[in-house]
């Protein structure tokens, strides 16, 4: 991996020496982050705080009087909900956006029912980073068979208190979603404008998100799970690392967050990366650079929703299959990391240790 970090060292020299800040080019960034901002980021957020809404409603509906059918349909609302949250879990430029801190798993389940138990807990501190938002749901939900869950929301000791910390949580949901839309909808003209690509425009944070979540796929939603350190596998598989490990939903939400991840790059209908990728003529082992992104999308959305059980059964019965769609994602972040970010003369400021 050294000889990556080399060249693309190097590449990088040479662009910051070679080019002014706005990228020395005539593309027009503006337009793509027009598009990117009113067809892609702001109608993914206002999805997001509508679907936020309706989990809190679901759970309101349950905590009043918990049954089975009510359960039911709070589990569809929080799935909805979760599922809606890939499409703005990258994003990280707008003020006040704490939406990454709704999904920092795994699960501190030992903290959870700590908290339940005491009934005093601030979800703001650092020590709950890990027992709120859509992982700790998935546990309240979908940890036990849905008679016991039942009970322990109607009869258990703790009932009051577990009905509570389901409540604080999703008001949180709710909460961060509605503000991270309002944030955004003020925010979008100071992000069109932050045009070039320097560290702090538009363009270089978006390809710091871009890369940043792909990773995230790469090592938290499979490596971890497979028992990868880094690159190297210490062999050791444990599915609790999964994302949404209860639910068993792991493959779902993977597959959801790619998708999304590949609409941002491509600009959905209009104007994207890929467009700039044409625009600067870049290759990739003699072939265009934009369209071998694209198709490494492609392929590993198709590895990750064509593997025929969850993730958690998958880590054994489907390891090999597992292991391939380490290695695509893999392929992946180096392109967008290296060979995309070097082309577009964006520094990615973020740390993985991960010696890619």
């Known amino acids: 991996m050294l000889k990556y970090i080399c060249a693309a060292a190097a590449l990088l020299i040479l662009l910051n020496g070679c080019k002014p800040k706005d990228g020395g080019d005539k593309f027009d960034r503006a337009g793509m982050l027009t598009n990117l901002g009113n067809n892609v980021i702001v109608p993914a957020h206002q999805q997001l705080s509508s679907t936020a809404t309706a989990l809190k409603t679901r759970e309101n509906y349950f905590a009043g009087n918990p049954s089975t059918a ?160 880094g690159f190297v596998s210490s062999g050791n598989v444990d599915a609790h690392l999964l994302e949404a490990y209860h639910s068993r939903h792991s493959k779902e939400l993977l597959a959801a967050n790619l998708r999304e991840l590949k609409i941002l790059y491509e600009g959905g209908a209009g ?36 593997i025929p059980v969850d993730y958690s059964t998958a880590l054994t019965t489907n390891r090999p299959d597992m292991e391939s769609l380490f290695l695509e994602l893999k392929k992946l972040t180096v392109m967008l990391k290296v060979d995309m970010s070097s082309q577009l003369g964006v520094i990615i400021n973020y740390s993985d240790n991960d010696g890619d």
Not at 92 to 106: D, G
Not at 180 to 204: C, E, K, M, P, R
Not at 285 to 300: E, I, K, M, R, T
């Open 70 to 229: 009510k359960l039911d349909s709070l589990k569809v609302a929080f799935l909805t909900a979760y599922t809606a949250f890939m499409k703005v879990e990258a994003y990280s430029l707008s003020p006040n956006n704490e939406t990454r801190n709704l999904n920092v798993f795994v699960t501190d389940t030992t903290q959870i029912n700590a908290n339940i138990s005491s009934g005093v807990y601030n979800l703001s501190a650092a020590n709950n980073i890990q027992a709120k938002g859509y992982p700790a749901i998935d546990y309240l939900l979908f940890s036990r068979s849905s008679t016991e869950i039942i009970n322990l929301f109607t009869t258990d000791l703790n009932a009051t208190k577990r009905i509570q910390y389901l409540n604080d949580i999703t008001n949180e949901i709710e909460t961060v979603s509605a503000n991270a839309s309002t944030s955004w909808n003020s925010y979008l003209t100071q992000f069109i404008s932050a045009s070039g690509t320097d560290i702090g425009s538009s363009v270089g944070m978006l390809m710091n998100d871009l890369a940043f979540e792909i990773e995230r796929c790469r090592k938290e939603r499979v490596g971890n799970s497979l028992g990868y350190i």
């Open 271 to 306: 104007s994207g990366f890929d467009d700039y990728l044409v625009y600067l003529n870049a290759e990739f082992n003699g072939q265009p650079l934009a369209s071998a992104v694209s198709n490494q999308f492609d392929l590993v959305i198709q590895m990750a929703e064509i």
